[in-house]
């Protein structure tokens, strides 16, 4: 990988405290994410994440990561928090997602579980609908939520896929696997959670440095 390529983009998910917001602008990545879905471990009230977002320099780009949310979830928190950018993680429709950008004024980036090379077909169904894709392992069985698992999915499902919009991955990625990933993928973005916490939910500042500096070497900066 050369530094010809725009820099990877680097995307830090499911913070819930100061400390790891601070860690994650310091380490130089481009995206935060707060977790809106209680049933994670990582889930935040509005109140918290405009805590943790609202200060942040405007080179920084926030995210909300929502699962099936109704209008209602989504306008209580977009009218409290910064978000520049909405994670759509659970079964939205093409449709769903017009009408979520429509109505709320802000990209959305559609989550995709992949496994084999049909779910590329269903992200390619987003392809005029959202604005970023984010390719994700699918779930285990049973889950009581559609991501955060730490499961990688096997990247060479990807193989010479062209995506029809700008992409993120991510699924158990570290700052020991990114750099591979990013060698087999190609991946213009990444995005990890559990990889860079100490214990579930509680990401750790170290881990997160070690992720940005992984990523920034990778791509020879
Ligand atoms: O983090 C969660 O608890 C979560 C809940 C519901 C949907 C998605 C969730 N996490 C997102 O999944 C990917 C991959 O995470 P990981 O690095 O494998 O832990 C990422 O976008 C998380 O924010």
Known sequence: MTA???????KICG???????????????????????????RSVDAAWAAEMFDALPDDVGTVGLFVDPDDAVLDAVLNHVRLDLIQLHGRETPARVDSIRLDFGR????AVGVAGTMDLDTAMLYADHADRLLLDAKPPPGADRPGGHAMPFDWSVLGEWRAPLPWMLAGGLTPDTVTEALRVTGAPGVDVSSGVER???????LLIDR????????EGR
């Open 15 to 41: 913070l819930t405290d100061v400390e790891a917001v601070d860690a994650a602008v310091a380490a130089g990545a481009d995206w935060l994410g707060a977790v809106f879905f209680p049933p994670s471990p």
């Open 107 to 110: 990209p959305v980036m559609k």
């Open 199 to 205: 214990t579930r939910g509680v990401k750790d500042p």
């Open 4 to 10: 010809d390529r725009p820099p990877v983009e680097i």
């Open 211 to 218: 992720f940005c500096a992984a990523v920034r070497a990778a």
